[in-house]
């Protein structure tokens, strides 16, 4: 008797120090997300680092500075060119980036242009990733890449690195098409151009017809397609290219979105 309680004492002690040991694992591994690993993810998201936070958040209050004939005048291209060396001749060494600044732009220049190409080279980076994921479609991607440029860069800095062109909506609702349609496969083409119309004139809003001057021979033909996808996969060759040559034809005479 005296050894079955023995027994019984020591698988108690023995379940005591198992969940001991694992209440240790889980709290060192919340600690560690917590602490550590969350702190690494929010700091890969920010638009400036130890060195150029002050003068970052002075820029973001006049961007207007960035288009005086002090700084380059094709900001973005510059900011590309440079990424470019640091990641390529550089070895990323940032303090080689800092040092050539400091050489070629003397005084405010430098530290300006520090502060706007670590937020730049910090969004290229975090962009980076999702540009070269698998699982997302054009759309996605955009969306995504566009919600990130807006979480780096006020409004005033956004507008000059990336300046607005109406080719970009069209190009836009290229990608939204090929994302409706992937997602929906089974639609006809009624309903599909239903959907798009809507879409279209969403997209573009009171810039329709400047916005669809954009959308060249290539495009209108792309979109055609997608939208007749399950008219056309029974059709022959010949018959492909006759029926899209007369929806292409209704297109051009702007009966095809009426």
Same mark, same amino acid.
């Given at each position: 008797?005296?050894?079955?309680?023995?027994?019984?004492m020591m698988n108690k002690r023995k379940l005591i120090f198992f969940i001991l040991l694992i209440l240790l694992v889980f709290i *060192?591994?919340?600690?560690?997300?917590?602490?550590?690993?969350?702190?690494?993810?929010?700091?890969?998201?920010?638009?400036?680092?130890?060195?150029?936070?002050?003068?970052?958040?002075?820029? *973001?209050?006049?961007?207007?500075?960035?288009?005086?004939?002090?700084?380059?005048?094709?900001?973005?291209?510059?900011?590309?060119?440079?990424?470019?060396?640091?990641?390529?001749?550089?070895?990323?060494?940032?303090?080689?980036?800092?040092?050539?600044?400091?050489?070629?732009?003397?005084?405010?220049?430098? *530290?300006?242009?520090?502060? %706007?190409?670590?937020?730049?080279? @910090?969004?290229?980076?975090? %962009?980076?990733?999702?540009?070269?994921?698998?699982?997302?479609?054009?759309?996605?991607?955009?969306?995504?890449?566009?919600? %990130?440029?807006?979480?780096?860069?006020?409004?005033?800095?956004?507008?000059?690195?990336?300046?607005?062109?109406?080719?970009?909506?069209?190009?836009?609702?290229?990608?939204?098409?090929?994302?409706?349609?992937?997602?929906?496969?089974?639609?006809?083409?009624?309903?599909?151009?239903?959907?798009?119309?809507?879409?279209?004139?969403?997209?573009?809003?009171?810039?329709?017809?400047?916005?669809?001057?954009?959308?060249?021979?290539?495009?209108?033909?792309?979109?055609?397609?997608m939208i007749y996808a399950r008219e056309l996969e029974v059709m022959n060759s010949l018959e492909k290219e006759i029926f899209l040559q007369r929806i292409l034809s209704d297109e051009s005479h702007a009966d095809f979105? @009426?």
């Amino acid at each position: 008797m005296v050894l079955t309680k023995t027994i019984k004492m020591m698988n108690k002690r023995k379940l005591i120090f198992f969940i001991l040991l694992i209440l240790l694992v889980f709290i *060192s591994f919340t600690v560690y997300f917590l602490f550590f690993k969350n702190d690494a993810l929010l700091r890969s998201k920010k638009p400036f680092d130890s060195g150029s936070e002050v003068t970052w958040k002075q820029l *973001s209050d006049r961007p207007d500075l960035l288009l005086t004939e002090d700084y380059p005048s094709d900001l973005k291209n510059f900011l590309d060119e440079l990424f470019g060396k640091e990641t390529y001749e550089w070895g990323a060494d940032r303090s080689v980036t800092y040092d050539y600044l400091v050489l070629h732009y003397p005084g405010e220049r430098a *530290s300006v242009l520090y502060a %706007i190409y670590v937020a730049y080279a @910090n969004y290229r980076d975090e %962009i980076a990733k999702w540009e070269k994921d698998p699982n997302l479609n054009s759309w996605e991607k955009q969306e995504k890449i566009l919600q %990130i440029r807006n979480d780096f860069f006020p409004k005033g800095i956004k507008e000059i690195l990336f300046p607005y062109h109406p080719s970009q909506t069209a190009q836009s609702f290229l990608y939204y098409t090929e994302n409706y349609v992937q997602k929906n496969p089974y639609k006809y083409s009624k309903e599909r151009k239903s959907h798009l119309l809507k879409k279209r004139q969403s997209l573009y809003g009171e810039q329709l017809h400047e916005i669809a001057k954009w959308e060249n021979q290539n495009l209108k033909i792309a979109i055609t397609k997608m939208i007749y996808a399950r008219e056309l996969e029974v059709m022959n060759s010949l018959e492909k290219e006759i029926f899209l040559q007369r929806i292409l034809s209704d297109e051009s005479h702007a009966d095809f979105w @009426n």
